[in-house]
Structures are given as structure tokens and as C-alpha cells.
């Protein structure tokens, strides 16, 4: 069974100022994926982010990088130079390494993050 | 087109009635999703078709009828819906081996 855990119910940042949502992960799959959704208050999932298991290098995506440490089955999401429209609920999420699970997402409890100015 | 649509993006419905709600994508995706999420929840997943086909049916109630007519569009009929059901309805897509599903906007629906 895969399982997702992301330990911080909400999280505050200063506008401008970077933030770590963190995320950690269990799964026997050798394959796998991790994502990394932002959900405003309008409902819309937005994807953000991606890493492959096999990916050798953290995934970046304008002002979003993902922390991908294998060994420790993390996957942070780091976001740098925050702004108010940042302010949203972020699920971080693994999809399934094969056969009919393949196209599952299982998803955290979400971090709700407040940028403030 | 990089764009889940679904519509109604709200509905109220009585216990009695019966309603459908639909998604559309225009993006070649072959795998499309329904997924239900309460408020401050994350998205749960109830329906997958692959190519069209059901793939995976999470223990749904019956009162939830999933139906893909055809490549495009994914509809969810609901009959007999209970209170607890109201919830947000997210619709998303993929191909069937590919990375991220791209949501749509959600359907909010209300059982009186």
C-alpha cells in the first residue's frame, strides 16, 4: 500500500521569503511518481510540480523546486520568492508504480500555506 | 487545448432527484478520473476509464453511475444521492501512462 504524510497542517511566510512544505512518502513500488498540487479556494487543482523515482536530479519549475531524497522517501516542496497568489492548499501526491494501480494518486492531508504581506 | 471543462460547476439537488454531471478535455488524454473531495480533504478517488473502459471502480455506491461515451467526455449520473454525498466533484484526465492528471475546476454539489 502506498501512503503519503505531509505533518504541517498549515504554514505562515512572509511575502518575498522562501518556504518548505514538507512531505514524506511509503511505498514498496521500485516505480513511482511525485507530485506536488496547489488547490485555491476556487476548488481548481493545479499541477505544480513532478519527480520520477529514477530521476537523478531535483525537478524545477520556475519558483517551485522539489527536495527529492530517495533514501529518506522525502519529497519537499520548496517555493521561493512567495507571493499572496501562493496562498492555497498544497497536496503533495504519488501515483502508483504499475498495473491497475498506475494511474492512482494517493494524496496527503494537504498543508493549507498563508503568504502574508 | 490544455483545458479540463465541467459543468455544472454548482448544483443542488434533492435525495429524489436524478442528475448528471460532465467532463470534457480535448487533449488527446485516453484516461479520465472522477474523484470526490470533502472540505479540507484531499481528493479521493472513485472512477477511472482507460481508453473508455472502466478500470477502476473504488467500492462506489450505486447511486454513483459513471459513464465515458466517448474519448472526450466522462459523465457521473447520480440517483438517490444522501446529504453525506455533497461534497466537490473533480474530473481529471491523463494519458493512460503519462505523468501529471490535469484537473478541471470541480463540480460543488449540495443534497438537500
Known amino acids: 500500500a502506498q501512503k503519503i504524510t505531509q505533518t504541517q497542517p498549515g504554514m505562515f511566510v512572509q511575502e518575498k521569503e522562501a518556504v518548505t512544505l514538507d512531505c514524506t512518502y511509503d511505498t514498496s513500488d521500485p516505480s513511482y511518481g511525485l507530485f506536488w498540487y496547489k488547490q485555491p479556494s476556487s476548488g481548481e487543482m493545479i499541477f505544480l510540480i513532478y519527480q520520477g523515482s529514477y530521476d537523478q536530479q531535483n525537478a524545477t519549475e520556475g519558483r517551485y523546486s522539489l527536495n527529492f531524497q530517495k533514501a529518506r522517501k522525502s519529497a519537499n516542496l520548496v517555493i521561493s520568492a512567495s507571493q499572496l497568489g501562493d496562498s492555497a492548499m498544497y497536496f503533495c501526491?504519488?501515483?502508483?508504480?504499475?498495473?491497475?494501480?498506475?494511474?492512482?494518486?494517493?494524496f496527503g492531508q494537504g498543508t493549507i500555506l498563508t503568504v502574508h504581506p | 487545448d490544455t483545458e479540463v471543462t465541467q459543468t455544472p460547476k454548482h448544483l443542488v439537488m434533492g435525495m429524489t432527484n436524478k442528475k448528471s454531471l460532465k467532463c470534457e478535455q480535448h487533449m488527446g488524454h485516453r484516461a479520465m478520473y472522477w474523484y470526490k473531495q470533502k472540505a479540507k480533504k484531499p481528493p479521493e478517488l472513485m472512477f477511472v476509464?482507460?481508453?473508455?473502459?472502466?478500470?477502476i471502480n473504488e467500492s462506489v455506491p450505486s447511486r454513483f453511475s459513471p459513464e465515458c461515451p466517448n474519448s472526450s467526455l466522462l459523465n457521473l449520473h447520480l440517483h438517490a444521492l444522501q446529504p453525506e454525498d455533497s461534497a466537490l466533484y473533480l474530473c481529471?484526465?491523463?494519458?493512460?501512462?503519462?505523468?501529471?492528471?490535469?484537473f478541471g475546476p470541480g463540480t460543488r454539489l449540495t443534497v438537500l
Open positions: 501526491a504519488m501515483r502508483g508504480g504499475g498495473g491497475t494501480s498506475y494511474g492512482k494518486l494517493t
Open positions: 481529471a484526465s491523463s494519458q493512460p501512462s503519462g505523468r501529471e492528471q490535469f
Open positions: 476509464y482507460s481508453y473508455e473502459k472502466l478500470s
